[in-house]
Structures are given as structure tokens and as C-alpha cells.
């Protein structure tokens, strides 16, 4: 999170699943900070998104780099405008 303050994204690629804090709290805190982040969850999981995937893309692994190179342009692409910082 330290790391996202200091640059300017416009994806985040996060895991479902991870250690301290899951793929789903981790955007949470990141969407405050900028509602405009696109996303893209992968997991490994198989079964029904939970809740906290809802409006998000998801990409299942195993994936290839097509599979890949598909979601990452598909999850830019359901993302609204950025909000450029004026100055």
C-alpha cells in the first residue's frame, strides 16, 4: 500500500488469496485512495466468486500470457477515466 501512494497506476493485479490481507481488502483500501483503479483478481480457486469479487475481472489460474495480455486489456477497459491530479 506504502508503494501505491508514491506512483501513479492504472491496474492493480492481485491475488484472491494471500497472506495478512486478502486480494479483495487490499483493493478496498486501494479504491479509496483512487475509485478509478482498474482490477484484475486471479485465483486458483475453483468455485463461485465470492461477494468481494463482484464488479471486478477475474482470471483463473492456471492462465497463458494470451489469457493474460485478454483480462489485463478487458479490466483497463471496464475501468472508468482516471482523475488526473490538477497542477
Do not use: C, N, W
Not at 479509496?32 to 475453483?46: E, I, K, M, S
Not at 464488479?55 to 485478454?70: I, W
Amino acid at each position: 500500500i506504502e508503494l501505491f501512494d508514491g506512483q501513479d497506476f492504472d491496474l492493480v493485479i492481485s491475488d484472491v488469496i494471500m497472506p495478512e490481507m486478502t486480494g479483495p481488502e487490499l483493493v478496498r483500501e486501494l479504491k479509496r485512495r483512487r475509485p478509478d483503479l482498474a482490477v484484475l483478481f486471479v485465483t486458483g480457486y475453483v468455485g463461485d466468486e465470492g461477494e468481494d469479487l463482484v464488479g471486478h475481472d477475474l482470471l483463473r489460474k492456471p492462465f497463458t500470457v494470451h489469457a493474460l495480455a485478454t483480462a489485463v486489456a478487458t479490466a483497463l477497459a471496464h475501468s472508468p477515466e482516471p482523475q488526473r491530479k490538477a497542477g
